[in-house]
């Protein structure tokens, strides 16, 4: 028996704007806290932690377009973020893909000297989505604050490593050359800037030398290149990336996380491409993975994707590109992203020690546009603000996908529980 069986839904209609489709969903309404279903399913919950905080007795509102939402808009953002931005639609597949299911498992982990469920996990982190899959089978797969396998969740910089990807493609095609290339061959608007005289190897590994500053206090670089996208008059978003131009160390030395450098891998691949980066996602990968839904990538006054974040679809289809990672770019029998493109991302060159877990970070190493795990096993992780993670194990196909609402922006600290949350997954499901 299905969720949809146990309970009476109630309509719930998002936000339509001119630039975005509008979609129908339904809501859990009258319904236990966590209803269990005796088939292998979704499990829908209208609460979470702190949900009075998050807005649950005014239905998680939505919020408005510009600066930070407040707490209690912020499910309402992150599950809205396509339609409250002007955003590029990035179309289902013609033919979807479909996950198979098996019954969940019973799933226990380690956090200090506590040892915890899945179920604990949940009542302790304020999760808007988790799925856990083994290749082609979902094995959990839960919402709470009244979000729905119908809810697209913003990525936040977990699109950075599509950006990435969708380079390994370009030069696979010819389109771009060489990784090597100087950004202002494809960008002649950043010719005599410091990020034009930088190659596109150094953008993907965030290791210009350009400073650039990333704190989230509000009066940073990122805020500044934020405000610039999406609240500003529209202007030319090279323009607004060229601002940023003093180098303090040679390109390739040192590791800085940087946004603007996927911003600016964004327009090489427009370029390169001749075409908008949403629609050669779609045709590249989102369409051959078999998505069962529409997403969307928001974009700036000029109409071109803001490639550092932004992207927003549903949990189910992060899943399928969580799988295509975790096959080496491969997709039932086709290779869409060349496999060596994906394993050069995935692993750091013996030239570039600065990027190695543990020396790039306290913990994590950096690829091209994601991040590397420490251990003798290669996995990595792609990363956003507030708690988006999706984690890959490309020796037993296991993925997990995990939207969320954590207060802070950025909290080093917040990702030890899903860590070991992940750790426990691989050590159960692994075999």
Same mark, same amino acid.
């Given at each position: 028996?299905?969720?949809?069986?146990?309970?009476?839904?109630?309509?719930?209609?998002?936000?339509?704007?001119?630039?975005?489709?509008?979609?129908?969903?339904?809501?859990?309404?009258?319904?236990?806290?966590?209803?269990?279903?005796?088939?292998?399913?979704?499990?829908?919950?209208?609460?979470?932690?702190? +949900?009075?905080?998050? #807005?649950?007795?005014? #239905?998680?509102?939505?919020?408005?377009?510009?600066?930070?939402?407040?707490?209690?808009?912020?499910?309402?953002?992150?599950?809205?973020?396509?339609?409250?931005?002007?955003?590029?639609?990035?179309?289902?597949?013609? +033919?979807?893909?479909?996950?198979?299911?098996?019954?969940?498992?019973?799933?226990?982990?380690?956090?200090?000297? &506590?040892?915890?469920?899945?179920?604990?996990?949940?009542?302790?982190?304020?999760?808007?989505?988790?799925?856990?899959?083994?290749?082609?089978?979902?094995?959990? &797969?839960?919402?709470?604050?009244?979000?729905?396998?119908?809810?697209?969740?913003?990525?936040?910089?977990?699109?950075?490593?599509?950006?990435?990807?969708?380079?390994?493609? =370009?030069?696979?095609?010819?389109?771009?050359?060489?990784?090597?290339?100087?950004?202002?061959?494809?960008?002649?608007?950043? +010719?005599?800037?410091?990020?034009?005289?930088?190659?596109?190897?150094?953008?993907?590994?965030?290791?210009?030398?350009?400073?650039?500053?990333?704190?989230?206090?509000?009066?940073?670089?990122?805020?500044?290149?934020?405000?610039?996208?999406?609240?500003?008059?529209?202007?030319?978003?090279?323009?607004?990336?060229?601002?940023?131009?003093?180098?303090? =160390?040679?390109?390739?030395?040192?590791?800085?996380?940087?946004?603007? &450098?996927?911003?600016?891998?964004?327009?090489?691949?427009?370029?390169?491409?001749?075409?908008?980066?949403?629609?050669?996602?779609?045709?590249?990968?989102?369409?051959?993975?078999?998505?069962?839904?529409?997403?969307?990538?928001?974009?700036?006054?000029?109409?071109?994707?803001?490639?550092?974040?932004?992207?927003?679809?549903?949990?189910?289809?992060?899943?399928?590109?969580?799988?295509?990672?975790?096959?080496?770019?491969?997709?039932?029998?086709?290779?869409?992203?060349?496999?060596?493109?994906?394993?050069?991302?995935?692993?750091?060159?013996?030239?570039?020690?600065?990027?190695?877990?543990?020396?790039?970070?306290?913990?994590? #190493?950096?690829?091209?546009?994601?991040?590397?795990?420490?251990?003798?096993?290669?996995?990595?992780?792609?990363?956003?603000?507030?708690?988006?993670?999706?984690?890959?194990?490309?020796?037993?196909?296991?993925?997990?996908?995990?939207?969320?609402?954590?207060?802070?922006?950025?909290?080093?600290?917040?990702?030890? &529980?899903?860590?070991?949350?992940?750790?426990?997954?691989?050590?159960?499901?692994?075999?």
């Amino acid at each position: 028996m299905k969720w949809g069986a146990l309970c009476r839904p109630r309509g719930r209609r998002r936000l339509a704007l001119p630039v975005i489709f509008a979609a129908a969903v339904w809501a859990p309404s009258a319904c236990a806290e966590d209803i269990r279903s005796a088939e292998p399913g979704p499990v829908f919950s209208d609460s979470g932690p702190d +949900a009075d905080l998050y #807005g649950a007795a005014d #239905g998680y509102p939505v919020g408005t377009r510009g600066g930070v939402p407040q707490l209690d808009k912020l499910v309402g953002v992150y599950s809205h973020f396509g339609e409250i931005y002007p955003s590029r639609a990035v179309v289902r597949a013609t +033919a979807p893909w479909q996950f198979k299911r098996a019954p969940e498992p019973s799933i226990a982990y380690s956090f200090g000297t &506590e040892r915890l469920s899945i179920a604990d996990y949940l009542k302790r982190n304020p999760v808007t989505g988790l799925l856990i899959a083994r290749d082609d089978t979902i094995l959990y &797969e839960h919402y709470q604050y009244a979000r729905t396998d119908h809810d697209r969740f913003v990525s936040q910089s977990m699109a950075k490593t599509l950006v990435a990807m969708l380079v390994g493609i =370009a030069v696979s095609e010819g389109r771009i050359k060489s990784i090597d290339d100087l950004v202002s061959t494809y960008v002649p608007g950043l +010719a005599g800037t410091e990020y034009g005289n930088t190659s596109i190897r150094a953008l993907l590994t965030m290791s210009s030398g350009v400073q650039f500053s990333e704190i989230y206090d509000g009066n940073d670089d990122v805020a500044r290149l934020g405000r610039a996208l999406f609240v500003d008059e529209p202007k030319d978003p090279a323009a607004i990336v060229a601002q940023f131009n003093t180098r303090t =160390a040679p390109p390739g030395t040192r590791w800085h996380y940087a946004s603007v &450098e996927t911003e600016i891998l964004g327009l090489v691949l427009r370029s390169a491409t001749a075409m908008p980066v949403a629609d050669y996602l779609h045709d590249r990968i989102w369409d051959p993975i078999g998505a069962e839904a529409d997403a969307s990538w928001a974009i700036d006054g000029s109409g071109q994707e803001i490639a550092f974040c932004c992207f927003n679809a549903t949990l189910r289809d992060y899943a399928r590109l969580a799988r295509l990672l975790a096959h080496d770019g491969a997709w039932e029998g086709r290779q869409l992203i060349p496999r060596q493109r994906l394993l050069d991302a995935t692993t750091v060159r013996p030239a570039d020690g600065h990027l190695a877990p543990r020396v790039a970070t306290p913990y994590f #190493g950096y690829g091209y546009q994601v991040w590397l795990l420490p251990g003798e096993q290669r996995r990595f992780a792609l990363l956003g603000i507030r708690g988006q993670v999706i984690l890959v194990d490309p020796a037993s196909k296991l993925v997990m996908v995990h939207t969320a609402v954590r207060q802070r922006p950025s909290e080093p600290a917040a990702l030890r &529980e899903p860590l070991a949350l992940w750790s426990a997954v691989l050590q159960q499901l692994g075999q």
